[in-house]
């Protein structure tokens, strides 16, 4: 079965869903419906599929999944009609209101780095991905990644899930913080939930290269005013992370917003 794949221009960098979609997927020559953030061109690649491998590279328990399956699972750069993308990776611009940040330590203490990385999956599939070098050996020793949301609404979103798209890089990390924070009578506040990377995950990032972790926001989030998002966070602290993995390479290819199934 061919897949039909719809390949847009979107005028953003950073795409902030700020009305719920009845689908996120772009039209040929179109715009996105949603807020502009910046000036950055991206092309977002959608790929319309059945409801059972709608959510990217999980594969349906039970049988031939088909070529749809097939193809979703080897392309990272197929996304689920029915999300919203927040942050992707497709140049290699670097003008994207993100970056990195770290305790004031020097670099034998602690260290921390981006770069974005036009990689090669080991199915064959090319795509951009943020390299994040991350150095955290000594005691409380802290460092991580942000990304500026610039007050977006996702009051409409209270039950969605944020997905992380990643890959595992060299002695990548298998536990890390994930912060969101909306402004809470005016100021950031901080939400954290826990990411552990599964044994079934890090088989397919090394089958597929890359795979979804789905936070659901009211986990960790729940009752809170979403309506002025102001940042997501990445965080590895030497505490969290096994001493074996205190130097490596996470890959971020993409977040978005998925609904609940």
Same mark, same amino acid.
């Given at each position: 079965?061919?897949?039909?794949?719809?390949?847009?221009?979107?005028?953003?960098? !950073?795409? @902030?869903?700020?009305? $719920?979609? #009845?689908?996120?997927?772009? /039209?040929?020559? *179109?715009?996105?419906?949603?807020? &502009?953030? !910046?000036? @950055?061109?991206?092309? $977002?690649? #959608?790929?319309?599929?059945? /409801?059972?491998? *709608?959510?990217?590279?999980?594969? &349906?328990?039970?049988?031939?999944?088909?070529?749809?399956?097939?193809?979703?699972?080897?392309?990272?750069?197929l996304l689920p009609v029915?999300?919203?993308?927040?942050?992707?990776?497709?140049?290699?611009?670097?003008?994207?209101?993100?970056?990195?940040?770290?305790?004031?330590?020097?670099?034998?203490?602690?260290?921390?780095?981006?770069?974005?990385?036009?990689?090669?999956?080991?199915?064959?599939?090319?795509?951009?991905?943020?390299?994040?070098?991350?150095?955290?050996?000594?005691?409380?020793?802290?460092?991580?990644?942000?990304?500026?949301?610039?007050?977006?609404?996702?009051?409409?979103?209270?039950?969605?899930?944020?997905?992380?798209?990643?890959?595992?890089?060299?002695?990548?990390?298998?536990?890390?913080?994930?912060?969101?924070?909306?402004?809470?009578?005016?100021?950031?506040?901080?939400?954290?939930?826990?990411?552990?990377?599964?044994?079934?995950?890090?088989?397919?990032?090394?089958?597929?290269?890359?795979?979804?972790?789905?936070?659901?926001?009211?986990?960790?989030?729940?009752?809170?005013?979403?309506?002025r998002m102001h940042e997501?966070?990445?965080?590895?602290?030497?505490?969290?992370?096994?001493?074996?993995?205190?130097?490596?390479?996470?890959?971020?290819?993409?977040?978005?917003?998925?609904?609940?199934?």
């Amino acid at each position: 079965m061919k897949i039909p794949k719809t390949r847009a221009l979107a005028a953003l960098g !950073l795409i @902030v869903c700020l009305a $719920v979609p #009845t689908a996120c997927a772009l /039209q040929e020559g *179109a715009f996105s419906q949603f807020s &502009p953030a !910046l000036p @950055v061109p991206v092309v $977002v690649r #959608t790929v319309a599929l059945a /409801q059972a491998v *709608a959510l990217g590279p999980r594969v &349906p328990s039970g049988g031939n999944t088909g070529d749809a399956a097939s193809d979703v699972l080897s392309d990272p750069d197929l996304l689920p009609v029915s999300d919203c993308v927040i942050v992707r990776f497709d140049s290699p611009k670097k003008d994207l209101p993100s970056g990195i940040f770290r305790n004031i330590d020097p670099r034998s203490t602690q260290w921390i780095e981006e770069e974005r990385v036009y990689l090669t999956t080991p199915k064959g599939k090319k795509s951009w991905f943020l390299k994040i070098h991350y150095e955290v050996p000594t005691v409380d020793s802290y460092n991580g990644w942000w990304a500026k949301l610039s007050g977006s609404d996702w009051s409409k979103f209270a039950d969605w899930r944020v997905v992380l798209r990643l890959g595992m890089g060299e002695n990548c990390t298998t536990a890390f913080k994930f912060e969101l924070k909306p402004l809470v009578n005016g100021r950031p506040e901080t939400f954290p939930a826990i990411v552990n990377i599964s044994d079934k995950q890090i088989r397919m990032s090394q089958e597929y290269g890359f795979f979804d972790v789905f936070l659901p926001i009211e986990n960790f989030v729940g009752g809170t005013d979403l309506s002025r998002m102001h940042e997501v966070v990445l965080v590895f602290e030497n505490s969290r992370i096994s001493e074996e993995q205190r130097k490596g390479d996470l890959l971020l290819h993409s977040i978005r917003l998925s609904p609940k199934e």
